[in-house]
């Protein structure tokens, strides 16, 4: 055989002599945080008020947790899909609300869309200084 012959064959085999390639990871789709407004409720000793702004991007969904603080969500843009333990799982689109309490455990929180955004505020009422959200296992 003669060299430029080989060569043609080698780099025909090239693919299968170093296999498979593995697909591209995917970076995880992680809601973003943005806190909007965090203020001491004086007439509530111990506790505060936080607003936060959350965006989910496409397929976007949150781990199992809880908040130890009463949660008011209210939707502007997209579809969320939310539940609590024990309850039934809600989709909700803009203008649609949605409450968890301080013992909820949230066993669902996400984009109800593989292809748009969602937004959405959260308002809290919880222990000053306490972590807005607890993972639960």
């Known amino acids: 055989m003669t060299i430029p012959k080989l060569a043609l064959v080698l780099v025909c085999l090239m693919p299968v002599m170093l296999g498979p390639k593995e697909a591209p990871q995917e970076a995880p789709k992680e809601a973003k945080v943005t806190t909007l407004f965090s203020k001491d409720l004086p007439d509530v000793p111990g506790k505060?008020?936080?607003?936060?702004?959350?965006?989910?991007?496409?397929?976007?969904?949150?781990?199992?947790?809880?908040?130890?603080a009463d949660a008011f969500v209210y939707v502007l843009e997209g579809s969320i899909v939310m539940q609590v333990k024990g309850g039934k799982e809600v989709t909700l689109t803009p203008g649609q609300t949605f409450y968890?309490?301080?013992s909820d455990v949230h066993v669902v929180g996400r984009n109800a869309s593989q292809t748009k955004p969602a937004k959405f505020v959260v308002f809290l009422v919880k222990e000053k200084g306490a972590p807005v959200l607890i993972p639960v296992n």
Do not use: I, K, Q, T
């Open 48 to 68: 505060e008020g936080l607003m936060l702004a959350v965006e989910y991007p496409p397929g976007a969904s949150d781990p199992v947790h809880r908040h130890n």
């Open 100 to 102: 968890e309490g301080p």
